[in-house]
């Protein structure tokens, strides 16, 4: 069965601090990894990622993946409030009909 | 362009009741998919829809139902409720199948009780 595992489950950090996310999966036939953000009602799309080593940056937020480790980072530089989340990661299972997600980590950023 | 949108946003039935949640994609896409939120599973599949056919079903009871219109639109239908179905229900739409990138409409919460 696939498996996405997110660490920390949660985070609390001041304004303007920097933040790495984890994200680990165990899928079969891997095709992509897809992060999150969801505030109130629906996760929002953030980065879809497909390639080993290359890294997608939007603003402040950036993440990469290693194929080989099995892994996927989020970091987020000069955090705010409105970065205030819960951050998924999740991946596409056989075939790509569903999205297996990770919990999520909970991150809250202190004014 | 639109997104996905969800009606209705809030629902409040009884146990042994049946409901019927509706999902309309973004535009030109053609698979929608539905999750259930909960805060101790967390997200999780349920089934998704492309041309009016179910691809594939997570592990939900068969109470759990759903279906695709010509147009896209999609219905969940949820029978003889149970409280443990109270839940947020999210769907996502995408361009197609194969096409990872699944957007998300804003979710309908149900409470059973």
């Known amino acids: 069965e696939d498996k996405v595992v997110q660490s920390p489950l949660s985070l609390v950090v001041h304004e303007g601090d920097t933040v790495t996310l984890n994200c680990s999966y165990e899928?079969?036939?891997?095709?992509?990894l897809l992060w999150y953000k969801q505030e109130k009602k629906a996760p929002t799309f953030l980065f879809m990622l497909t390639s080993s080593g290359i890294e997608k940056k939007s603003g402040r937020l950036s993440s990469i993946l290693d194929k080989k480790e099995l892994f996927s980072i989020l970091n987020i530089t000069a955090t705010q409030t409105g970065d205030s989340a819960v951050y998924l990661c999740?991946?596409?299972?056989?075939?790509?009909?569903?999205?297996?997600f990770g919990t999520g980590t909970r991150l809250t950023i202190i004014p | 362009k639109a997104g996905v949108t969800q009606t209705p946003r809030y629902l409040i039935k009884t146990r042994g009741q049946q409901v019927t949640l509706s999902c309309s994609p973004i535009s030109g896409h053609r698979s929608v998919s539905w999750y259930q939120q909960t805060p101790g599973q967390g997200l999780q599949f349920l089934f998704e829809y492309f041309s009016e056919t179910q691809r594939n079903k997570g592990n939900f009871p068969g109470r759990f139902s759903g279906r695709q219109f010509s147009n896209s639109r999609s219905e969940m239908n949820v029978s003889t409720l149970e409280l443990g179905d109270s839940a947020l229900y999210l769907c996502?739409?995408?361009?197609?199948?194969?096409?990872?990138?699944?957007?998300f409409g804003p979710g309908t919460r149900l409470l059973v009780l």
């Open positions: 999740a991946a596409p299972g056989f075939g790509n009909e569903k999205l297996t």
């Open positions: 899928v079969t036939n891997f095709r992509s």
């Open positions: 996502a739409s995408s361009l197609g199948h194969f096409q990872e990138t699944q957007y």
